[in-house]
């Protein structure tokens, strides 16, 4: 059985001092590629600024939640 590639969330904003919005996830085998990816997926835009985020590292904020998201 293959091993799965972590996945990423991706966030960016059109123009400086625009809200971030999640765009997309992708799968990669890290962050560099993810980052690689991440441009060449989501590239329907001119981008000012893209964030990659492994999706594990990303954890609730709500305070009934104990476990990450």
């Known amino acids: 059985m293959a091993r799965?590639?972590?996945v990423f969330e991706v966030?960016?904003?059109?123009?400086p001092g625009d809200p971030m919005s999640?765009?997309?996830t992708l799968n990669?085998?890290?962050?560099e590629?993810?980052?690689v990816y991440?441009?060449?997926?989501y590239d329907e835009e001119d981008w000012s600024e893209m964030w990659?985020?492994?999706r594990d590292?990303?954890?609730?904020?709500?305070?009934?939640?104990?476990?990450p998201a």
């Open 22 to 24: 999640h765009i997309g």
């Open 4 to 6: 799965q590639e972590p």
């Open 52 to 54: 990659v985020a492994p």
């Open 38 to 41: 991440a441009w060449r997926i």
């Open 57 to 67: 590292a990303i954890v609730s904020a709500h305070p009934d939640q104990e476990r």
């Open 11 to 15: 966030f960016a904003r059109i123009a």
């Open 33 to 35: 590629l993810a980052r």
């Open 28 to 31: 990669a085998p890290g962050i």
